[in-house]
């Protein structure tokens, strides 16, 4: 008998509680059925038959009103953790297009900065030129790698050339960037109104959706430290034209302390922010971090230390306490480094392992 004629016996028979296919050994086919108890069952690991169970249809009723149960119980459960989760999404959601708003109006944590004594105070309105973020794309070919002059704290610099042919600088402030809204405001009140020929002159800025740019005249020489730190280049600055720019670097930092509307501190100078126009003349960039002093101010605190070491007035660096003599101390490191062609932090004497103004203290 093959299974369907032992399944249509079975059903026949209201005694048959089961049935199977009878080919244990192999060798053949057949049927083999239950009347009552299913007694004298086997099971084998291999090769065995399934085994056909005659029910009543209330025991089938019940058996389809536990899965009906069980899939009810599901959907109580997975249905209010689907909820949740889709809240946490939309607020997730929500916070993120809040945030990138406040990114795109300047709204940034920090933007107290501006009445912060930390920082130069920049209630004054600024005549300052506004370039749009089109514009220095198509000027830098999409900030292509082949247009980037360097990199700092603040962001990367790249060079452009506008509609007109003028070729400028703009830097970016990177999203990874340790400055942000604050040292951007600063530099651009510090500068806008400061006019000396040996500080570098910015031309505009860009604040567009998510991005701040500074942009500056070109200097193609770039920056000092790309001369006097390179054996091959440094031979092209002999001793006038070191002199020459230590001299500028001097006027400029003077204009600054003494002679601009605004007394100003640097805080940052080093040869890194020292910029060389095509005549190798010295212009101090970079005022992110400068701060101004009013009246009879001479020094002041901060909780803040800012700058690079190597640079640092000892005070300013262990204290805090900085003054017009925090930016002397750090000229008087950049001419050390101008005459020497070694970097202060760089230099580890043979003998005595000190840095550049270690050694030259103990001369």
Known sequence: MTLVECDKM???????????????????????????GLIDIRTFAEGGDSLYIRVSASELDSIENSRS?????????????????????????????????????????????VHDPEYISGNEDLELPLFGLPTLVKATNNFSMDNKLGEGGFGPVYKGVLEDGQEVAVKRLAKTSTQGLCEFKNEVISISKLQHRNLVKLLGCCIERAEKMLIYEYLPNKSLDSFIFDKTRSELLDWTARYHIING???????????????????????????????????????????????????????????????????????????????????????????????????????????????????
């Open 10 to 36: 079975c059903k026949t028979n209201c005694s048959c509680t089961a049935y199977t296919t009878l080919n244990i050994s192999g060798s053949g086919s057949g049927c083999l059925l239950w009347f009552g």
């Open 249 to 363: 670097i001097a006027r400029g930092l003077l204009y600054l302390h003494e002679d601009s509307r605004l007394r100003i501190i640097h805080r940052d100078l080093k040869v890194s922010n020292i910029l060389l126009d095509q005549d190798m003349n010295p212009k101090i960039s970079d005022f992110g971090t400068a701060r101004s002093f009013g009246g009879i101010q001479i020094e002041a605190n901060t909780n803040r230390v800012v700058g690079t070491y190597g640079y640092m007035a000892p005070e300013y660096a262990g204290d805090g306490t900085f003054s017009i003599k925090s930016d002397v101390y750090s000229f008087g490191v950049l001419v050390l480094e101008i005459v020497c062609g070694e970097k202060n932090r760089g230099f580890i004497h043979k003998e005595h392992s000190n840095n550049l103004i270690g050694h030259l203290y103990l001369l």
């Open 69 to 113: 149960s069980n899939a009810g119980r599901r959907v109580r459960v997975i249905v209010p953790i689907a909820f949740v989760v889709l809240g946490i999404l939309v607020s997730l959601c929500l916070f993120y297009r809040f945030y990138m708003k406040k990114q795109q109006h300047g709204g940034t944590p920090g933007n107290e900065c």
